[in-house]
């Protein structure tokens, strides 16, 4: 994934742009960078971040810099934000997203006399610097942003830092959020709209869907008008935004409570205890234990002073291996209980059948598992969310090609639809597979409800294919 903060000022811009980009340290653990402009010209780092946070890495760089606009991010992949020199003049840009077709189009820059690529991490293209060169194929920066965003099959939202502002362009469709604030002499922009709560600023406005802007210390120019069509992921309020966040105006600390709630409704077991997986899933559980009146407890405790994500590492067995290890038991509200366990979703499968091993070995009489989101059947197209390489890592999907082996595709919009007999066969038998003593997933009809955004401006892609 990846997160961003932006900040044009009439002051020194540093400090808060340093504390804004760390506030989206939850969003990735790889790299991190920042880059600003002022008296001295353009200045710029990026550490890598996996064994060290934002903060530590960048204590030195931030009390040397000096500038009055700046942008900042947070990276899972490639090292950004990156400082070009075009016709455009000298800028920097960062950016969130994904590009499918990147192979395609490196090819067709290749052979239209584009004739190297510079930013080179272990052997692959930066994604951010094909789309710095996409940009410079146009004669100014707004119509080569809007190109770049045209060009690219996936999502593309961006910051680009010039001399005399802040361009900041939300992805086509709004897959990605982008938040406004403001305070005295300064404006700033945030994939997370509680990052400038705490350093000062108030709630501007949030960017639709396609629109571009250019950001001053005195003002936001809007200079393409937001589309009319929006499909942001629904799986930023289920598990990756941070709980004190809203996107268009829902909370997600909120949307999770109303999620737990409408779970608890649908469901007919009476264990002792409701229990989250934390982080994510805990307010999921506070919802449920709301509606149903069983009581909430925290059987586990998520160790995180020195723990990276459990997702960053490399290798799939060193990232469970993590995962465990974060998660320390309190015997006394494990042993013997029934326990109801709520986790935001069911991916590979691996993590969650370890945790519920683990609470039986503690002495749990019973685990019934209620992910908060339904059964991730397709892995997703938009945004980087995890390194799977495979549809086949979904453990859904796994299941559906033991049933149908070769015709597992045909059959894919049935194992997605909650009411059909084969969506109950996988759920059925994924909870053997993992030994949950029950198994429920959240309804996609539910989930949406629990948004309460109307249903075509949501992306639901990786619960039932439809983009």
Avoid at 265 to 278: E, F, I, L
Wanted: aromatic residues 10%.
């Amino acid at each position: 994934m990846g997160g961003f903060f932006a900040v044009a000022s009439k002051n020194d811009c540093v400090f808060d742009l340093f504390f804004g980009v760390d506030y989206h340290s939850h969003l990735g653990t790889r790299r991190g960078g920042m880059a600003v402009y002022g008296k001295n010209g353009f200045d710029r780092a990026i550490h890598n971040i996996e064994n060290s946070p934002f903060r530590t890495k960048f204590e030195k760089d931030a009390n040397e810099m000096k500038g009055n606009m700046g942008i900042g991010c947070i990276s899972d992949y490639e090292p950004q934000p990156l400082l070009l020199r075009s016709h455009h003049g000298t800028y920097v840009i960062s950016t969130v997203g994904k590009i499918n077709n990147m192979d395609e189009i490196v090819a067709e820059l290749l052979q239209s006399g584009h004739t190297h690529f510079m930013e080179m991490t272990s052997g692959e293209i930066n994604a951010t610097e094909l789309v710095g060169i996409l940009i410079n194929q146009k004669e100014n920066i707004v119509d080569g942003i809007r190109y770049a965003q045209e060009k690219i099959n996936g999502s593309l939202t961006l910051l680009l830092l010039t001399q005399k502002g802040i361009y900041i362009a939300r992805d086509r469709l709004g897959r990605t959020p982008v938040a406004l604030g403001k305070k005295e002499g300064a404006y700033c922009a945030s994939f997370e709209s509680f990052a400038y709560l705490n350093l000062g600023y108030e709630e501007y406005r949030e960017l639709g869907p396609g629109e571009i802007v250019v950001v001053t210390p005195e003002e936001v120019v809007t200079l393409v008008k937001p589309g009319k069509k929006m499909k942001i992921c629904t799986f930023l309020w289920i598990y990756y935004g941070y709980p004190s966040s809203s996107y268009e105006g829902v909370s997600v600390e909120e949307m999770r409570y109303r999620c737990g709630e409408l779970l608890a409704k649908r469901d007919s077991v009476t264990p002792d205890n409701v229990a989250g997986v934390p982080d994510s899933g805990t307010a999921h559980a506070i919802g449920y234990a709301n509606e149903s009146g069983i009581p909430f407890s925290r059987p586990l405790i998520k160790y995180t002073p020195t723990w990276p994500r459990s997702f960053m590492p490399t290798m799939q067995s060193r990232r469970n291996q993590i995962a465990k290890m974060k998660l320390i038991p309190v015997h006394n509200l494990i042993k013997g209980k029934r326990l109801l366990l709520i986790d935001d979703s069911i991916v590979r499968g691996t993590q969650l059948r370890e945790t519920a091993e683990f609470l039986y070995r503690s002495g749990a009489k019973e685990v019934h598992v209620r992910p908060a989101c339904p059964p991730l059947i397709y892995g997703c197209k938009f945004l980087n969310f995890s390194r799977s390489t495979s549809d086949m890592d979904l453990i859904t999907r796994r299941i559906i090609q033991r049933f149908e082996g070769e015709d597992a595709e045909k059959y894919l919009e049935e194992y997605a639809d909650p009411d059909s007999e084969r969506y109950h066969k996988m759920v059925e038998a994924i909870g053997r597979e993992m030994n949950f003593s029950s198994l429920r997933y959240h309804r996609l009809d539910d989930m949406v409800e629990s948004v309460g955004i109307d249903a075509s401006n949501l992306c639901t892609y990786c619960w039932n294919g439809k983009e």
